[in-house]
């Protein structure tokens, strides 16, 4: 691929959305990066970016402990008040992120603490987690920061092999998923670029392996 494609599979996989003061963080569950993840999270709290936030993974691969625990007890050891974190812990993917957050939020927040929803996941998967609140949880203002643990900044996701490996992954599953209807395109945000013989292997999700969240199944 040319440098212009590969410019412009980042730009639509990895779309920059400004993060703003909101009612509500939702923290996507990790494997990768956590330290990472939690000190950015616990950044923006100590910023007054969030009031509230909903940590949503279960206990996903092969690991024994939860995801959401494990991010929610870090995020209190720097700093981030028990009080300020409602735990979702049985999520397996990104469609059940999205709509257990969004069960979770309507039954213990009122409706002015969940006006507004500040997104938290992984740069690679950025799109793929816009994309499925714009299904599930249309009803919030959203804003994003999306957090890059890999080696190399953004703008050079294709010269690290796995930052390379996640991105094009991201690129070839949406359109699949889209058909089946288990997301919904931002208009607003750019069309997909159709580029000749970089999809070829495009993902079925109906053909696909049981979902993970890693690298971030939205089944």
């Given at each position: 691929m040319t440098n212009e494609e590969l410019e412009a599979i980042g730009d639509y996989v990895?779309?920059?959305?400004?993060?703003?003061?909101?009612?509500?963080a939702l923290i996507f569950g990790t494997r990768?990066?956590?330290?990472?993840?939690?000190?950015?999270?616990?950044?923006?709290?100590?910023?007054?970016?969030?009031?509230r936030a909903i940590v949503s993974g279960g206990q996903t691969g092969e690991f024994s402990?939860?995801?959401a625990r494990v991010i929610a007890s870090r995020l209190m050891e720097l700093g981030i008040p028990e009080t300020a974190l409602l735990i979702e812990p049985t999520a397996m993917n990104t469609g059940e992120n999205v709509r257990f957050a969004r069960a979770l939020a309507q039954s213990?927040?009122?409706?002015?603490?969940?006006?507004?929803?500040?997104?938290?996941?992984?740069?690679?998967?950025?799109?793929r987690y816009l994309m499925t609140l714009?299904?599930?949880?249309?009803?919030?203002?959203?804003?994003?920061?999306?957090?890059?643990?890999?080696?190399?900044?953004?703008?050079?996701?294709?010269?690290?092999p796995e930052f390379y490996a996640r991105v094009l992954g991201e690129y070839r599953k949406i359109p699949g998923y889209?058909?089946?209807?288990?997301?919904?395109?931002?208009?607003?945000?750019?069309?997909?670029?159709?580029?000749?013989?970089?999809?070829?292997?495009?993902?079925d999700p109906a053909k696909s392996n049981p979902p993970t969240t890693e690298p971030g199944s939205v089944i």
């Open positions: 990895m779309p920059e959305i400004p993060a703003t003061r909101s009612d509500l990768h990066g956590v330290e990472e993840f939690c000190a950015e999270i616990a950044t923006l709290w100590h910023a007054q970016m969030f009031l402990t939860v995801e213990q927040l009122a409706p002015e603490e969940r006006r507004s929803v500040l997104a938290v996941g992984k740069v690679c998967s950025a799109r714009r299904r599930h949880w249309p009803e919030p203002s959203i804003s994003a920061r999306w957090i890059n643990y890999f080696r190399v900044d953004k703008s050079s996701w294709h010269q690290d889209i058909d089946s209807g288990l997301l919904r395109e931002l208009e607003e945000l750019g069309p997909y670029p159709a580029i000749p013989g970089s999809s070829l292997d495009r993902i």
